[in-house]
């Protein structure tokens, strides 16, 4: 999960150097920076569709292994990038490796952990969260000693080597229960299962726009210097890394459809404070915020989806992942497109829907979350 970090949060850091790397004097539009974002995700998406039912078929060792070479691959690629396309191919192949790994990581540890898989998920997913503070802590450092993102990225290569090479020797789980899998195709014809999907796709975007643009956000439309916004997406990702790790601790004590549903309530309300306030450390502090109340969204909807379905196997986690790694796609974009037309603040406010979207979905799917299948698929 810590190596799934640095192939989605090395690029925010640098994204105001590299529009003056490969943008000229003028820079880079907002669109072309929040594009390089959309590049990364769909590496993502698709690394997490090709895996899913492969994974049923094959484990998910081959895929473990291979996530992280692609990430090292990834990484010396863009190094050497030459031009703003090469870095976009750089960064897809990042998102590729990280969705390889991120596909079989949630449906290994569930299977290791079939009695608390909320709680288990929850712990997973804070990893990642500590790794984009390790990711963004270094960038910055270097951003600050004028090293550049070319030589962070030299910097972390060891990590997924290092993985790479540790995976090699363990024996993974199998990825469904003992008495076989459902397929996706059955999946897909419940109701529920949608919902669900529909509301990932949103507890992604409610990540993925703060996280792409906070930095550029404290830089270009608060006035702060280009290390607050590192720092603010240092705290920004320590913010998620706690409410995950929180959620982890409180394990069945917490009801999961509670909890995402006021995590939604609070995102919206942060989420148009960070952007509209007029004091900038107050809309800053609120944007940081985000990361805490936004963050249990994605691993916690995964948990109560397998509670639901346990027989879903690969297959339903890379369905989930990729609708809620689609919502990272989407956001981003969305938000520089926006803030082209008008400005960053409103750019990130458009962010605020996805949380307000998701919020109906989860009450309607823990009324039903007591419905056998067939009934929900009606629903």
């Known amino acids: 999960m810590m190596c799934i970090a640095i192939g989605l949060n090395l690029l925010p850091v640098f994204l105001t150097t590299i529009s003056h790397t490969f943008g000229g004097a003028s820079g880079l539009t907002q669109e072309q920076l929040g594009r390089l974002g959309a590049w990364t995700f769909a590496g993502l998406v698709a690394g997490i569709l090709v895996t899913g039912p492969l994974a049923d078929r094959w484990g998910a060792k081959p895929f473990a292994l291979l996530g992280n070479l692609l990430i090292a691959l990834g990484l010396v690629a863009a190094a050497l990038a030459s031009n703003y396309v090469l870095l976009g191919a750089a960064v897809f192949f990042l ?52 090293l550049g993102w070319r030589a962070t990225c030299v910097v972390f290569l060891p990590l997924p080597a290092g993985l ?6 363990l024996t993974f789980p199998g990825l469904s229960v003992e008495g076989g899998r459902m397929p996706l195709r059955t999946l897909l014809r419940r109701g529920w299962f949608w919902a669900a999907l ?13 996280v792409q643009w906070l930095p550029a956000y404290a830089e270009i439309s608060l006035g702060f210097p280009a290390w607050v916004g590192g720092v603010a997406l240092l705290f920004f990702s320590v913010a998620m890394a706690v409410s995950r790790m929180a959620v982890g601790a409180a394990g069945a004590r917490l009801d999961s459809y509670r909890v995402m549903a006021w995590s939604c309530g609070f995102s919206v309300l942060l989420f148009v404070g960070g952007a509209f306030l007029p004091v900038p450390l107050l809309a800053l502090s609120l944007c940081i915020a985000v990361g805490f109340t936004g963050s249990c969204l994605w691993p916690t909807m995964l948990a109560v989806t397998a509670d639901r379905y346990p027989e879903g196997g690969a297959s339903m986690y ?11 796609i989407c956001m981003p974009w969305i938000v520089g497109w926006v803030a082209d037309r008008r400005d960053l603040h409103w750019g990130l406010a458009v962010s605020a829907l996805a949380p307000a979207l998701m919020l109906p979905i989860v009450l309607r799917l ?14």
């Open 95 to 146: 998102g590729l490796g990280a969705g390889l790994l991120d596909m079989v990581l949630s449906p290994v540890v569930a299977a290791l952990n079939p009695t608390r898989r909320s709680a288990a998920l929850n712990w997973l997913h804070s990893f990642y969260c500590v790794g984009a503070v390790v990711t963004i802590l270094a960038g910055t450092l270097m951003l600050g000693a004028g």
């Open 164 to 169: 790479f090479l540790a995976f090699l020797p």
């Open 198 to 210: 529909a509301a990932i796709f949103l507890g992604g975007a409610t990540e993925a726009g703060m």
């Open 318 to 328: 890379g369905g989930l992942a990729a609708f809620g790694n689609a919502g990272g």
């Open 366 to 379: 823990r009324a039903n979350r007591g419905l056998p299948p067939a009934s929900a698929g009606a629903a």
